[in-house]
Structure formats: C-alpha cells, structure tokens
C-alpha cells in the first residue's frame, strides 16, 4: 500500500531558491511517496521514509529505497527542509531524473542552504549522447547549474571516444541537457582514445554547440606509427579530425593534423602519415 506525504502544499517545505535576499518565484509544492513506511517526528525535526520512495518537486524526481529529511522546526515559522539523505542497497541505486540528465549512485545528500547535492558510491551521470563515470563523488550545484567531480571517465557511445581526466567541471544550464547542449572543462592529464589515435592535452573544452573538443597545453596526438606535438588542438567528434592551430603549434609552419595525415593549410600542401 502506497503512502503519501504532501509536505506541506504549496511548497511550506521546499528546497529553497531565494538568493541573497531577493525572493525567487515560489517552488512547485514538494511529495514524497513511501510503498512501506513514512515517519515524522517534529519535535526533532526528521522524517523518514522506506520502501520504493519517490521524491517529485517540479520536473525534479529522486528514487531510492530509503530517504531521510531533517527539516526547522522553529515555532511561529514555516517549516523548510535543511538536509536530505537517500541512501540505495545493493539491487537498487538512488537515482535522480530532471529533464534529459539522469544521475545514479548508492548515496545523495541534499544541503538546502548551499543547494549544493553529492552522489557517492560509483556515480553516473547521464544525458542523451555522454555518459559521464567516477570513483569519486559527484556534485551538483542547482543555484548555478554547475557539476564537478574528480577522475571522470566521459564516454560518447555513438562516436567510440572515450575522454578521462584529473578534473571535471560540467554546465548543466540549458533547459534541454544533451551531448549537443553541454559544456564541460577538464583539468590535468586529459587522455582521449578512439580505435584509430590518442590525445593528451593538460587541458580539455567540450563545446556541445560546436561538437568539438579543444585541447591546450602539451597536447599530442598519436596513433601507432607517430606522434604530432601542439600547444592547441581542436577535434570534432562529428569529422573524427584533429586540427593544430596555426599560431600556436609545435608543429612544421602551415600544417594541421587531420587523423592518419598531416596536410598543409598554406597554397603547398605536403601530406604525411600521422
């Protein structure tokens, strides 16, 4: 039988979006739906929910097999939620739907003063076209729709690439999250492979818009005959080409790398293998 909590219509309890002072538009009342048990115990400020738990607010949804809230509880005031815990078990992970972009883990903690969110335990984030894997945890910004985490290994399924480095902030702004929409940049020992080459680069850019990836700094691409040295690189995903910015190349005068061939950009091409 499958219990009910409306936490106060209206969105008494919410997580919360006014910045420094200025009011922001009132939230979509929040549920939380509990297939066992709910429990709520105001004096201290707790509830907690087990079973299959949906927590709906919006087009934000989070499942997850038990789910604790710690809430004010301050007299004369509207009650507002402080913390939320959702914890998975070994069948059944937290995870979290809004939009396009799915978020998967063993554990999530919510902190509403900083909307800052945290996905433990092998976390997955997911929109159509990138999936994004780390040992590390993950966190979310809903204030300036900003992702971070640590070691991330970015997989793009259709192209066959896969992209890791030491670092990993990802934009999460546009309202439809896609490989196309989004943006990320990535720090330290930036590694791309595909069947056919490597990239390193101590710096990485994806620009979703643009379909492109643009390396910088100590960047080389190789394959198993050679390897091309440059300080700036831009590869599409679409094309599969590598380009060496002129003005800022290790490479001979006039030439770009273009996968397996170094072609001339000048009125003389030479041609080579890469």
């Not at 004096?43 to 927590?55: L, M, P, S």
């Not at 007299?75 to 939320?84: A, H, M, R, S």
């Not at 969110?117 to 999936?131: D, E, H, M, S």
Request: one cysteine or more; hydrophobic letters at 40%; aromatic letters at 6%.
């Amino acid at each position: 039988m499958t219990r009910t909590l409306f936490i106060f219509l209206f969105a008494i309890f919410n997580l919360g979006d006014a910045v420094q002072g200025i009011a922001a538009p009132t939230p979509p009342p929040l549920t939380v739906r509990s297939s066992k048990r709910m429990r709520c115990d105001q004096k201290v400020g707790v509830c907690t929910a087990e079973g299959h738990v949906v927590i709906q607010q919006g087009a934000m949804r989070l499942t997850a097999p038990r789910v604790q809230l710690t809430f004010s509880n301050d007299k004369g005031q509207n009650p507002e939620i402080k913390t939320l815990h959702a914890y998975g078990n070994a069948q059944t992970p937290v995870i979290l739907n809004e939009g396009n972009l799915q978020a998967v883990g063993q554990r999530a903690f919510y902190e509403a003063n900083t909307q800052k969110a945290w996905l433990y335990g092998r976390p997955r984030l997911q929109t159509p076209g990138i999936t994004v894997t780390s040992l590390h945890p993950f966190m979310l910004n809903r204030r300036t729709r900003r992702g971070y985490v640590q070691q991330p290994h970015i997989v793009f399924p259709d192209e066959k690439t896969v992209i890791r480095g030491a670092a990993m902030s990802i934009n999460l702004e546009a309202a439809k999250l896609s490989k196309e929409t989004l943006l990320i940049d990535l720090q330290d020992n930036v590694l791309l492979a595909s069947k056919t080459h490597s990239l390193n680069a101590r710096k990485a850019h994806y620009d979703g818009p643009q379909g492109t990836l643009t390396f910088m700094e100590h960047v080389s691409i190789a394959d198993d005959r050679q390897t091309l040295a440059a300080h700036c690189l831009t590869y599409s995903l679409k094309t599969q080409t590598a380009v060496a910015h002129p003005r800022s190349t290790d490479l001979p005068p006039g030439q770009r790398a273009v996968l397996k061939t170094v072609i001339a950009t000048d009125a003389s091409p030479t041609s080579g293998s890469l």
